[in-house]
């Protein structure tokens, strides 16, 4: 079953940016969508983007334009470059695959936008 860490998470203010890792065992591509998502503090976790697995990438309305993907495949890696950070962005941030059944979530990265 692949696994999926994450990392890159932080305390950052308003407007500035992060860039988020999420490395998987195996093969990347053997991942046909994989999926961003975050869970902010007593609420439920909800979806940021995904990107399948030739390169096509979806965002949600609250980080289009903010927010955008790409993937060293060497490193099995993608990465979640977020740009102009709100404090609604604060949240733990996970990947997992975005369709079919999900593996196990892994603790996420925390990402904490305040000044």
């Known amino acids: 079953q692949v696994q999926f860490v994450e990392s890159g998470g932080g305390l950052v203010q308003p407007g500035g940016s992060l860039r988020l890792s999420c490395t998987v065992s195996g093969s990347i591509l053997s991942i046909y969508a994989l999926g961003w998502y975050r869970q902010a503090p007593g609420a439920q976790r909800e979806w940021v983007a995904t990107?399948?697995?030739?390169?096509?990438?979806t965002y949600a309305d609250s980080v289009k334009d903010r927010f955008s993907v790409s993937r060293d495949g060497a490193l099995n890696t993608e990465y979640l470059q977020m740009n102009n950070l709100k404090p609604e962005d604060t949240a733990v941030y996970y990947c997992?695959?975005?369709?079919?059944?999900?593996?196990?979530w892994g603790p996420g990265t925390q990402v904490t936008v305040s000044s």
């Open positions: 997992n695959h975005a369709t079919g059944s999900h593996s196990p």
């Open positions: 990107t399948f697995r030739y390169g096509t990438a």
